[in-house]
């Protein structure tokens, strides 16, 4: 990415530190510079965002030892590049479950497929915009993938129903049926399933019809899946390493844990410093590469250092069965599409527990984007799009817990009620937090029932949405300059660290 964009996106939260300074009414300075947050009628706080990204952002990425090195052949370099990725594969791990990096030189490899690493420890790496990547030919297709296969797996026996009456957002203890069975360092599923009832309260049975393609709401298309570890165990109370970012009622269904493995999921994998380009046809052409970094099925990665010109979907695109991802310091350019659905989601997360940071993108649709039914928490920070054809935040279908920190366009960020647009978006998500963002405008709203999302010192105009009638947001500070912390997700991360020592 432009290294004097680099610059002032790094910048952005120190220019805001010097104006006259306030605190939300959610949050307020405590002792050693921790800050304290203050629950509402409903016990529901902020929650910690703290544990997004590889290593949960505690650690730098690892300098993987470069074990291959290759140069452009002059033709067709896919071969040549995964059979490099396939003989790392074949190494045993050391002892920090590392293979080795394959190093592609300066110059130009052509691609007429795609790449893919498929086995932990390893890493793609060039040597910054000198090496370039081109996707030649058609098709759309993903041109360097990151993925291990397989699913979650429940282990029998372990489910158990959560206790609490209402376990509200930002908790990180709730109660089960009985402890015994669980120990410190278990990973669980913590499961909100869905209820007829919880559907109609939010409405999501009612979506004005479109077309034939309009769906309503299904309670088997809703239950939502939060990956967490058991950090601590006091009696009938386990704690959470990362919070709940949606509340869990008896009403609507309570929750539920179980433990559960993922064998074929791959770690420590990166794709680094290289620029890739799409080969296209015209301005709108549509039959070539999409997206340039594509990851899923994988825990612990990242992809840093991305350049991307003229796909037509996205620089870097995080699967739902992607957690723990940090997408650094990358660029979306000049993409190759219609203007319309479905095109141009210059960084895409469907997965959880992921960091998309110092990013910029230009002339594309949403470009720092969830999915549906997206369980977080999860974090776009310090990053810029201009030229913006759409808006920027959830897209559609309850994504849950994410944080929008320091995030200027010249477009929108929406958080709203999408109603019958797709084949029934509907509402887009819920605790979602907007922190210290640089808007032309925004629609800000939240359903009735179940949910909040909170606004906190945006710079822009309000704007009443797609649908009328819808409950506002929880905004303050609107266009006032001088939030602290300037940026949340740093101050939690750092309050995080500091607890850890």
Request: with cysteine; hydrophobic share 35%; aromatic share 8%.
């Amino acid at each position: 990415m432009d290294k004097l964009l680099s610059i002032v996106l790094l910048l952005l939260p120190m220019q805001m530190l010097a104006q006259p300074s306030w605190h939300s009414q959610w949050m307020k300075p405590g002792k050693d510079g921790v800050w304290e947050y203050k629950p509402d009628v409903d016990g529901d706080i902020i929650p910690d965002f703290s544990g997004v990204g590889y290593k949960k952002n505690r650690v730098p990425f690892p300098q993987v030892p470069v074990k291959i090195s290759l140069a452009p052949s002059g033709g067709d370099d896919g071969t040549q590049i995964q059979d490099a990725i396939n003989k790392l594969a074949a190494l045993p791990p050391d002892a920090n479950g590392l293979r080795g990096a394959v190093l592609l030189q300066e110059g130009e490899y052509r691609i007429s497929g795609n790449v893919r690493i498929h086995t932990s420890g390893i890493v793609l790496r060039g040597v910054g915009n000198a090496t370039r990547l081109v996707a030649t030919g058609t098709g759309q297709r993903n041109l360097v993938v990151l993925a291990g296969e397989g699913n979650w797996q429940e282990l029998p026996g372990t489910r158990q129903k959560i206790t609490n009456r209402r376990v509200p957002v930002g908790a990180k203890w709730i109660k089960i049926e009985n402890t015994k069975s669980m120990h410190v360092g278990d990973s669980i599923i913590v499961f909100r399933p869905a209820t007829i009832r919880w559907i109609q309260d939010i409405g999501m049975d009612q979506i004005e019809r479109r077309d034939s393609n309009t769906l309503q709401w299904a309670v088997q298309d809703y239950g939502l899946k939060y990956e967490r570890v058991i950090m601590a165990i006091a009696g009938d109370s386990i704690l959470l390493d990362n919070p709940v970012v949606m509340a869990m009622e008896d009403k609507y269904g309570g929750g539920e844990i179980y433990r559960y493995r993922f064998a074929g999921r791959i770690r420590d994998v990166g794709v680094e410093d290289l620029q890739c380009v799409s080969a296209y046809k015209n301005d709108t052409d549509e039959d070539h590469a999409w997206s340039a970094v594509f990851v899923n099925r994988v825990e612990d990665g990242w992809v840093k250092g991305i350049t991307a010109r003229h796909f037509g979907y996205s620089c870097v695109n995080l699967g739902y069965q992607s957690r723990n991802i940090t997408v650094a310091d990358c660029a979306f350019l000049e993409p190759k599409s219609q203007i319309t659905g479905g095109r141009r989601y210059s960084f895409n997360n469907d997965g959880q527990l992921n960091l998309v940071m110092n990013c910029y993108a230009r002339e594309g649709r949403h470009d720092f984007v969830t999915g549906a039914r997206v369980s977080g928490p999860n974090v776009f920070f310090n990053c810029k799009a201009d030229s913006a054809f759409g808006d920027i935040g959830p897209h559609h279908r309850w994504a849950t817990g994410t944080l929008y920190d320091n995030i200027i366009t010249d477009g929108e960020i929406n958080v709203q009620d999408r109603g019958n647009w797709g084949t029934g978006h509907g509402w887009a998500g819920v605790t979602q937090i907007i922190w210290n963002c640089r808007v032309k405008r925004a629609a800000l709203q939240q359903p009735r029932a179940s949910a909040k999302n909170y606004v906190v010192g945006l710079a822009g105009e309000l704007y009443e949405g797609r649908l009328p009638g819808r409950m506002p947001a929880m905004v303050e500070g609107l266009n006032r300059p001088g939030l602290q912390p300037a940026s949340l997700y740093q101050a939690q991360l750092q309050n995080a660290i500091k607890k850890e020592k």
